[in-house]
């Protein structure tokens, strides 16, 4: 049995990051500026392709699931209002 390859520490980070950004003062957008040292938006690219992975899910599932709700929700939105319905 070939063991699973663990998840990056900087991927954790993120997900570390995930699991208690709402603790801060700060808004998220600068809290993510002055932890990560990127803009918002390439941190939303890393999280989405991070909660993509399998070893994220096994690392943290609860999280990484409501994550990934999150997410969904959001793309059903957007298509919800380009067609023009109301969710």
Excluded: C, H, T
């Excluded at 999280?63 to 109301?86: I, S």
């Amino acid at each position: 049995m070939e063991p699973k390859p663990a998840l990056d520490p900087a991927w954790r980070e993120i997900l570390a990051f995930e699991r208690s950004w709402w603790q801060s003062s700060a808004p998220k957008e600068l809290a993510i500026r002055e932890r990560f040292g990127i803009s918002a938006a390439r941190y939303y690219q890393r999280l989405n392709r991070l909660i993509d992975r399998q070893e994220a899910l096994e690392f943290d599932p609860m999280l990484v699931r409501r994550l990934r709700r999150v997410r969904e929700m959001r793309r059903e939105m957007r298509f919800a209002r380009r067609l023009g319905v109301e969710g």
